[in-house]
Structure formats: structure tokens, C-alpha cells
């Protein structure tokens, strides 16, 4: 009994170790602000001066809510791909309809060649453009234009150009890298006797702000938090310094940040997350990523309840499953997490799966507990990023970081911001989402927060690149 005492009171210390490192009270929170205001910064000072690229977009203007018309957009970036039809009444909030149609990207494509890839893409569109007739398309000499939406790491070389830098989520196709993704897709279209301009090259963050900001004016900026991270956000041109004499019409730009890669030594990171990244594709890559999305928070869960299981035979029998990386998925480890009932049955289900039975009730206890410290560090360092972004645009009430001297909280001053976000580790995971709230009211106050706005924005990707379509049409 007193072996068995000892080995519960080593779990129990694994536990509260995992507490200790991974506590984020809100003086923490306000260092990792501090530090995502300054490597901002440092990434619009100069190409590879932070973690954070900083990328530009080109995208100058928003949508007014002034545009008419049909447009096309093509989302590709994570599993299903999406093909989208967005009627414009030519007044704010006035989509008159939306049609989509979404698919899984066939699993040989992904690694196939440029040609097949586009070529299916282009097929889809086809398809879906011979399908149309609905009644709201009104038969128009003009010719059909499109948003793409293609969330990879793009060099932009205009608000509908760029050249793709690297394939990410599993895609790998050698002959596409370096080369033009619009006028990939401009030449698909082609051979399938398309005749569809692409007017504008966007990714799914910048696709979310733009419907974010057609729905509501003061959107600011646009977060995604599904399987993986990333924010744009709304800058002014002269402040995007590796770029002297940007000149826009609006005098602002759409900045990409790939937040994912932030770092910062006030991250609190633990020897699960040291493994993580060691045994990952990209190790020392997308630190906060691996931190905050979907993909990586089952996995850590895992690592820990690995650790535990080690150290106890409470676990029962050690299991195999339980050391297979990624088996246990962020969706699952959620349920764990919301288990209310009072045996927490529904973990039990979740554990015998990962060929762990018979775990007692305690122990149970502890894996909610687990489950419960790295979503909440998950949620609050991603609201520390957002509350980042508004300290570097002025919008947190400080009075913004490039005006130090006239810093003083007056809250009366603050200006109504509203943050468009998209991702299914936000709408779907409820406590994720309480977190992430709770915790930026804590960091900026009751007062200022009641003049932040986040926003969920469904769809946002792709019917934001239908947006900047039609801001950026020829025929308007
Ligand atoms: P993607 O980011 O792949 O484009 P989504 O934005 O829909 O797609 O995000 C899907 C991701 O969100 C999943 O990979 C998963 O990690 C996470 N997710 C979805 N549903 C839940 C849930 N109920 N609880 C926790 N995480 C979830």
C-alpha cells in the first residue's frame, strides 16, 4: 500500500509541475503582449528581423459594401476544399446569396504534380459554374471574376499574384514551389476553357478580416484557430518601414503576420513541448503554434498522460496506444475535458479506446485536470497575441506603443474593435473559447475590453476572397 501511496503521490507531482510551468497569470500574459508588440515591430522593420514575417499582402482596400455583382472564390489551404459564388447587393451586409460546394482534396493530389492539382481545381470550378442558374445570376456580358483563397506561405508580388515559398499541411508538390499560384490557375482555367480572371490572391486570414470588415466597419484584425494559427491584421503603409514608400491608395495594408512562428522567452514552455518540437518535421519552427492550435494539443495532453501512466500502475497495464504519436486527437482530448458527469464516463470511453480500461475515477480526475491546463494555456496565450495586435495599432487603450510619452489609460477614448476570428478549436470548443475571453478582460481591464469585439466569422476565408474580388475587380 505504501508503494502504491508513493507512486500516486509521483503522478500527482507530474501534475503539478505541469500546473506550475504552464501558469499564466496575467503579469505573464501582459510580457508575452509586450513581446508579440515588439517582434511586430522588428518583422516591419526589416526582412528577417523577427520571427514574424510580416508578410504583405496588397490587399489596400477592404470592401466598402458599394460592389454589385457575382463573384467567384476558390479556397484551398487545409483538408476540404471549397468552391464559392457570392451574390453583391451593392450595400454593407447585403450578400444577397452564397452558393458552396466543398470536397476533400483527393490524398494523391497533394503530392501529385502543379498540373494535376490545378488542373482538378479548375475542373471543380467548371462544374460548379455549369451547375449555376438559380435565379439570383443575372446573365452578364462581363467577365467572371475570382477571389483565391491559398493558405500557404506566399510571397506576394501583387493583390492577385505571388509565388509560392513552401507547401505546408501535407501538401508536397516540387514543381509548383517558385512558382506564380495565380497564373497557375489562370492557365488550369484556360485549358478548361474558362474564361475567369483571378483578382486577387489572398489567405484565409486576410479572407476573414475582409468579411469581417464588410459585415462591421471597425474589424481591425482576423484570427484563425483550427488545426493550425495566424492573424492579419490592418496596418498603416508608413509604418511597414522594410518598405519605404509603399504608397496605397487607403494609405493602410492588409499585413500577414504567420503568427505561428511567434517566440518569446516568456512563453511558458515545458519539457512536453521541448519533445514535441524535437520529434516534429520542423522543430524550433512555429513555437507558438505548437503551443496554442488544434493539430498539437491532443499530442501534448498525450505526452503528459504518457508521462503519468510511467510513473503509476493506476493507468493499468502500460498501454501501447498511448506512446503512438498524435493518437490522441484535440477533439477527443476535448470531450475529456468537458465531461461533466460525476463517474466522468465519457473519459473512460475516450481512454478505453486508447487501450487504457479500467482507469479509476481519481485518475480520471487528473486527466480532465490535464486536459483543462494545456487548453487554458492554449487560450490565453492566444488572447495575449490578439491583445498584442491591438497594443501595436493603438486599440488596447494604452495609448499604443509608438506613443509611450502619452500613455494613460482613458478609456473613454477607446475606440469600439472588433476582431474577426474562424477556426474550429474556437467555434467548436467551448471552454477554449471562455478561456481565450476571460482572459482578455483580464488583461485589458473590464473597461477596455467592453469595447473589443470578437467576432466569429463562418466561412470567412472564402467569402472574403469573393470580397477582395470584387474591391478589386476591372468592371466596377
Ligand atoms: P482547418 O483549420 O483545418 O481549416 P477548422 O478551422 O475547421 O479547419 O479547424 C479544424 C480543427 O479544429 C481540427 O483539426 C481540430 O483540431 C479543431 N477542432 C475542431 N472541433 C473541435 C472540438 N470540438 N474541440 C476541440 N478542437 C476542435
Redesign the pocket.
Known amino acids: 500500500r505504501a508503494r502504491r501511496r508513493r507512486k500516486w503521490k509521483k503522478m500527482v507531482k507530474v501534475l503539478e509541475e505541469l500546473e506550475e510551468c504552464c501558469d499564466t497569470p496575467v503579469g505573464r500574459l501582459k510580457q508575452v503582449v509586450d513581446a508579440m508588440a515588439v517582434e511586430m515591430h522588428a518583422g516591419l522593420a526589416s526582412e528577417g528581423g523577427s520571427k514574424l514575417k510580416m508578410l504583405l499582402t496588397y490587399v489596400d482596400k477592404l470592401s466598402n459594401g458599394s460592389e454589385k455583382g457575382t463573384y467567384y472564390a476558390l479556397d484551398l ?3 476540404n476544399f471549397r468552391v464559392l459564388r457570392v451574390h453583391l447587393g451593392g450595400q454593407r451586409s447585403a450578400i444577397l446569396g452564397q452558393d458552396i460546394d466543398r470536397q476533400p482534396i483527393p490524398q494523391h493530389l497533394m503530392t501529385s504534380t502543379s498540373k494535376d492539382l490545378f488542373d482538378f481545381i479548375a475542373s471543380s470550378l467548371k462544374d460548379f459554374i455549369e451547375k449555376e442558374g438559380n435565379g439570383l445570376e443575372q446573365p452578364s456580358p462581363r467577365r467572371r471574376e475570382l477571389g483565391f483563397t491559398f493558405s500557404f506561405p506566399v510571397k506576394q508580388t501583387s493583390v492577385s499574384s505571388g509565388i509560392l515559398m513552401k507547401w505546408t499541411k501535407g501538401f508536397a508538390i516540387e514543381d509548383t514551389i517558385g512558382r506564380d499560384v495565380s497564373e497557375c490557375l489562370q492557365l488550369a482555367m484556360s485549358r478548361k476553357g474558362l474564361d475567369v480572371r483571378v483578382a486577387a490572391l489572398v489567405n484565409d486570414t486576410v479572407g476573414t478580416l475582409a468579411l469581417g470588415h464588410y459585415n462591421d466597419e471597425d474589424t481591425v484584425a482576423a484570427v484563425i484557430i ?3 494559427t495566424n492573424a492579419c491584421y490592418l496596418e498603416r503603409a508608413d509604418a511597414i518601414i522594410k518598405c519605404q514608400g509603399l504608397l496605397t491608395t487607403s494609405g493602410g495594408m492588409v499585413v500577414n503576420m504567420e503568427w505561428g512562428n511567434f517566440w518569446s522567452s516568456h512563453l511558458p514552455r515545458t519539457s512536453f513541448d521541448i519533445d514535441l518540437d524535437i520529434a516534429s518535421p520542423n522543430p524550433n519552427d512555429q513555437g507558438f503554434e505548437k503551443m496554442i492550435s ?2 498539437y494539443l491532443g499530442d501534448i495532453v498525450r505526452r503528459v498522460l504518457l508521462r503519468m501512466s510511467e510513473e503509476s500502475d493506476d493507468f493499468g497495464p502500460s498501454s501501447s496506444k498511448l506512446a503512438t504519436p498524435f493518437v490522441l486527437r ?2 477527443l482530448m ?1 470531450a475529456m475535458h468537458e465531461d461533466d458527469s460525476p463517474d466522468l464516463n465519457e473519459v473512460a470511453k475516450i481512454l478505453e479506446v486508447l487501450e487504457l480500461p479500467d482507469v479509476p475515477v481519481k485518475v480520471r480526475k487528473l486527466v480532465v485536470k490535464v486536459c483543462d491546463v494545456i487548453t487554458r494555456r492554449a487560450a490565453r496565450l492566444a488572447a495575449a497575441g490578439i491583445v498584442g495586435i491591438l497594443k501595436k495599432i493603438g486599440r488596447d487603450g494604452s495609448g499604443g506603443i509608438a506613443s509611450g510619452k502619452f500613455r494613460s489609460d482613458r478609456p473613454s477614448r477607446m475606440r469600439r474593435t472588433v476582431v474577426a476570428i ?4 474556437y467555434t ?2 467551448t471552454l477554449f473559447r471562455e478561456y481565450l475571453n476571460e482572459a482578455m478582460a483580464e488583461i485589458l481591464g473590464e473597461e477596455v475590453s467592453s469595447h473589443v469585439i470578437l467576432r466569429v466569422m463562418e466561412d470567412g476565408s472564402g467569402t472574403g476572397a469573393a470580397l477582395v474580388a470584387a474591391a478589386n475587380s476591372v468592371s466596377e
Open positions: 489551404g487545409g483538408t483550427g488545426t493550425g488544434g493539430m484535440t477533439p476535448a474562424e477556426g474550429g478549436l467548436s470548443c
